[in-house]
């Protein structure tokens, strides 16, 4: 069986990126994303700290996908058919 390794960085990544995710949920109505509830007022601060982690947020996801894909095919040699990995990500 062989031992899972961890990537300190992702460890660090991984967590503050969810945490955005969160933060920016929390301030969908301000941005414009979701419908304002009645009896809410506009926030210029929480609709520019949303727009600022939107900007970012689904990069940092994406990069942290890759970085774990690109250390699996460098680091540990393992190998994935071009095919069978547009199979893989079609089926999903």
Not at 41 to 65: H, K, M, P, S, W
Not at 71 to 90: D, N, R, T, Y
Request: proline content about 2%; hydrophobic content about 55%; some cysteine.
């Amino acid at each position: 069986m062989s031992q899972k390794q961890l990537l300190f960085e992702v460890s660090i990544i991984r967590p503050l990126a969810i945490f955005l995710l969160v933060v920016y949920h929390s301030m969908c109505i301000y941005t414009g994303a979701w419908e304002v509830p009645v009896g809410s007022e506009y926030n210029l601060v929480y609709d520019v700290v949303g727009q600022l982690i939107t900007g970012f947020r689904i990069e940092t996801l994406a990069f942290i996908g890759g970085y774990v894909l690109a250390f699996q095919f460098i680091f540990k040699q393992q190998k994935v058919a071009l095919l069978k990995f547009i199979i893989f990500f079609i089926n999903l």
